[in-house]
């Protein structure tokens, strides 16, 4: 075997959606914190997401993370999160699946009943309680960045649709927001397809008349990610939603053909972005859980338990559960004549 690179990985999903979690074979990044990491990754390592991320490899609703040193003297790890068309800041599930992946293979040690340790993604640090019995993870609670509401009830004009009454909100990443059932859209998994069309008209027509961008690092700007969410329909939750990641460009002129991938789970950070909202409409109080339904009908819960401010606004801290497995022991290697060494996509499912 010929190879110019080897990289281990652990395949594992977070309620659903899958995070391959790569563990060995990364070359050493520049940085004097992980979101440096992850730009010096984005600047010159951008191949190695390619190729984990498309075809052959793999598809387009798979995420990557990477487990890296940590550059805060109070986490334990680094990870820097990789997706089809971005590298985002934070995300609930894919930590879910880099805790589990930590402990379960032993590169942190597992303490049961209870493990605690720190994280530190591109958003900051996040501060990590997993239940553990017979050496399995049971459950990941993490304590979120602040999440917020930046604009509620705006208006945006969006092709083929008309005037859309959006939020837009920061969950870890920065999301918009519509109501599913105003614009006439089912959000049962098999609707797929319509979800995301209409879900990247609705964010590239925000992106344009309400771009946003972060107080604190305004090198993270937005909206990349949408949110229609519902009132619930199982017993037990309290929403649920879709969240359209996109997979590649959007262009105005087709909006049939957007190309996208429905979040499998309920979407950590997209459930603490909805939290904000309800939270600044005096929905949602403190100490109170929000049980956010997924297009599977896997749940995330989702509490908030301060208030703070971020720049300009009001913000709260939310922490999020959910139950991540691990499904696979992967090796990924690179032939020197692979023509396809940045991998590829075609339009039959890209």
């Known amino acids: 075997m010929r190879a110019t690179r080897i990289i281990q990985a652990v395949e594992a999903h977070a309620e ?27 600047a010159r390592h951008d191949d190695i997401r390619l190729q984990m991320l498309r075809e052959p490899r793999g598809n387009p609703g798979l995420c990557g993370n990477a487990i890296v040193p940590p550059c805060h003297p109070d986490a334990d790890a680094g990870f820097i999160i990789f997706e089809q068309t971005e590298y985002p800041p934070m995300s609930g599930s894919n930590t879910i699946c880099v805790v589990t992946v930590l402990l379960e293979t032993g590169i942190i040690e597992m303490q049961e009943p209870v493990t605690e340790l720190t994280l530190e993604a591109p958003a900051g640090l996040i501060r990590v309680k997993a239940s553990c019995k017979d050496g399995k993870v049971t459950r990941v609670e993490f304590r979120n960045v602040p999440a917020f509401a930046v604009h509620l009830d705006a208006k945006v004009e969006v092709a083929g649709l008309g005037t859309v009454t959006v939020d837009v909100a920061w969950g870890g990443m920065f999301f918009v927001l519509a109501e599913a059932e105003t614009l006439g859209v089912a959000l049962d998994a098999d609707n797929g397809g319509e979800i995301v069309r209409v879900s990247e008209a609705i964010r590239h027509a925000t992106v344009e008349q309400l771009p946003v961008a972060h107080p604190e690092n305004p090198a993270i700007t937005g909206p990349t990610i949408t949110n229609l969410w519902g009132k619930p329909v199982a017993e037990g939750t309290d ?58 009908g896997t749940t995330f819960t989702g509490r908030i338990i301060e208030e703070t401010t971020v720049g300009p606004y009001p913000a709260i801290i939310p922490t999020l559960s959910g139950q991540g497995w691990i499904y696979g022991l992967s090796s990924y290697t690179l032939d020197p004549t692979d023509p396809f060494p940045r991998g590829y996509t075609v339009g039959d499912m890209w």
Not at 22 to 40: A, C, H, N, W, Y
Not at 259 to 267: A, E, V, Y
Request: glycine fraction near 18%; proline fraction near 8%.
């Open 239 to 296: 929403g649920r939603g879709a969240i359209t990641i996109s997979t590649g460009p959007f262009d105005p002129s087709r909006p049939q053909d957007a190309s996208g991938i429905l979040d499998r789970s309920p979407c950590g950070t997209g459930t603490c972005a909805k939290m904000a909202v309800l939270h600044a409409r005096g929905q949602l109080k403190v100490g109170q859980d929000y049980v956010n339904a997924g297009p599977l």
């Open 16 to 42: 659903g959606e899958p995070g391959r979690v790569i563990t060995g074979g990364m070359p050493l990044l520049r940085g004097g914190s992980v979101f440096e990491k992850m730009q010096d990754m984005a």
